[in-house]
């Protein structure tokens, strides 16, 4: 059994697609498909990569031998618990993330379209990836802040997480949305104000001076996702 084998063994056995292989190593879905043929190898960090999403030792993904999973240390079981112990009361469980099934950073004009059954089609060599919150479900993505509109509480080039498993019910006054009018290609960020009836709803920025503070759609609106969250790096 060779390496692209494996790699196919796994990916039927934890019922994934080459997309999600494409997402965890930043690759082209085309680069993946040359992978599973056989006809390239992958290089040893997206190998890695790859063990992670499948949960496998690059050891035993590249050579069949040894471990297929690795078993923790002592020293690594030990610092688990110190680490759960230590952030039991800081830390809801929503704020973990995961390495395994990372979250492209997309275009605002992508967004405006985007649906989990053909991300692929917006994603490529260069698409960037960040680790993918718990509470984020697998058709997630993420959006480059654009603008001043929102500030202070996001600047220009900070990045958010956007849901889109949600109806425009499910969201309540004060939520901070990503919306689309029909009439537009590119998805906007902003917080809604509902409003007593669905006449009065419209979209605030946080900016207090921002030029218009009431926004109303020109078109019909298209809810894209609920903002979730947003990367902080220190």
Known sequence: MMIHDRIQQKLDEKNLKQADIARAT????????????GQNVPKTDSLVKIAQLFGVTPNWLATGQGEMTARPTTHELC??????????????????LSVENPV????WVAAGSWSSSDAVEWIDEDTEYLPRPANLSAGGFCLRVRGVSMMPEFKPDEVIFVEPNFGVWDLKNGDLVVVRENDNHEATFKQLIMGETSA???LKPLNPDWHEQRMTPKSEWELVGKVVGKWVKY
């Open 200 to 202: 009065d709803m419209y």
């Open 104 to 107: 492209p950073i997309i275009s």
């Open 26 to 37: 930043g690759k082209s879905t085309a680069a993946v498909a040359k992978w599973l043929s």
């Open 79 to 96: 610092q688990r618990i110190k680490a759960i112990e230590t952030r039991k009361s800081e830390v809801e469980p929503s704020d973990f």
